[in-house]
């Protein structure tokens, strides 16, 4: 493994933090090379990736500059990566790292401060049910499109916090969280064109927000722990170059990311075409219809975004957002064009299933959602062929 663990008491630079980011894509791949300058990060990605960055780092291109990253200890799978835990807790005798003679409480023990799930958020159940035994005493970080993400973190952070309210069943926690610290759910989003053109190699061609973070669903809701680590790990993005707000409900902030990815991201998918062609009148006149019933469902859901009106918005997406993204094919987009499986449910999807819960009918978005369905239909069909 590239890094060694850190005892709170030492003063190694790396110190801030233990990071982990499962699901690394792009996304996960470009933050996790940014932020490694600053602390010490453990990444799960795909097994070409994975050999990749192992055999020569990970290549970093675009507007948050241009390197090689060799600092992070990268793995394929749980299996590799609780293995390489295991060699290193057996490898505590004390602490070894601080002068207290190994009195700190943190010999013989290993744990994330800080746990950013960046897959797919089709995969959000799959990676909780295998990695959740790391998750104790972890800040749980959705930086994910769609909505429902965070509730499905908060639905296992619960059952932790249930766990280890019983001292002789806690798990292990390390870095610098105490066993006692409970584990919470944050909320993240970002608005920046990242692409990986070879394994091992990422560009972020453009950002267009900072990025946000907050205690979901809102700091005002948040316990003075929350907002401690909330405050931490805020100072710790900025140190590492990445342009970074703490969002006071970031539940907002998520509906207003997700607000592009409803619009755009179906469309640009069953074209296989760039985001400027949604410009379109045709197009335009079909994205109306999708926010319109969309804003219906955010008022429903109680949820305050910067737009007050579905106009004001489309204003805005016209205006700003599609030109800032106009050559960019979506991740949707590239999914379809791969055979990979659409995120569809937790985005368009989402604005179905709660229009149901609250009574409102969402006939655009229900429309885009079969035409999606129907086609990662047809690509789950030719995957099970080929095997």
């Not at 982990?20 to 791949?29: C, I, M, W």
């Not at 600092?71 to 505590?92: D, H, N, P, R, T």
């Not at 800080?114 to 959740?132: G, L, N, V």
């Not at 929350?226 to 707000?245: D, F, N, T, Y």
Request: some cysteine.
């Amino acid at each position: 493994m590239n890094s060694e663990g850190f005892c709170p008491n030492s003063q190694d630079p790396k110190a801030l933090g233990r990071v982990l980011v499962l699901g690394a894509g792009a996304v996960g791949l470009s933050f996790a090379g940014k932020i490694s300058e600053v602390c010490e990060v453990y990444v799960v990605c795909r097994e070409r990736h994975s050999a990749a960055i192992k055999k020569r780092g990970l290549f970093m291109e675009g507007v948050w500059g241009e390197r090689r990253v060799t600092g992070m200890a990268v793995f394929s799978s749980f299996a590799e990566l609780s293995a390489a835990i295991a060699a290193k807790e057996a490898g505590y005798k004390q602490c070894g790292s601080c002068d207290t003679g190994g009195t700190c409480g943190n010999a013989e023990r290993f744990g994330f401060d800080y746990i950013f799930i960046t897959s797919k958020s089709s995969d959000t159940w799959d990676i909780c049910r295998e990695y959740s035994s790391l998750f104790a005493g972890a800040v749980l970080v959705s930086l994910q499109n769609g909505i429902g993400n965070e509730e499905i973190l908060q639905s296992y952070a619960a059952e932790i916090n249930a766990v280890a309210q019983n001292p002789a069943d806690r798990l292990h926690a390390g870095g610098n969280v105490s066993l006692h610290a409970p584990c919470a759910v944050f909320g993240a989003t970002i608005t920046t064109n990242f692409r990986s053109p070879a394994d091992g190699c990422v560009m972020v061609m453009s950002e267009s927000e900072p990025l946000k973070i907050g205690v979901y669903p809102s700091n005002l809701t948040a316990d003075a722990g929350s907002l401690r680590r909330l405050s931490e790990i805020v100072s710790l993005i900025r140190q590492s170059g990445i342009k970074v707000e703490s969002a006071e409900s970031i539940r907002s902030a998520i509906w207003e990311k997700s607000l592009l990815n409803i619009a755009v991201n179906p469309l640009t998918a069953l074209f296989q075409t760039r985001v400027g062609s949604v410009s379109d009148e045709n197009l335009r006149a079909v994205i109306a219809g999708i926010i319109a019933e969309t804003f219906e469902v955010i008022a429903a859901e109680g949820v305050e975004i910067r737009w007050k009106s579905a106009g004001e918005y489309l204003d805005y997406l016209f205006t700003y957002l599609v030109p800032s993204f106009s050559a960019v094919y979506t991740s949707m987009c590239q999914d379809l064009a791969y055979g990979r499986h659409s995120e569809i449910d937790s985005i368009n999807g989402a604005v179905v299933r709660l229009g149901g819960i609250h009574g409102i009918k969402t006939p655009y978005n229900e429309s885009i959602c079969r035409l999606i369905r129907f086609i990662d239909g047809k690509n789950d069909a030719k995957k099970k062929e080929s095997r």
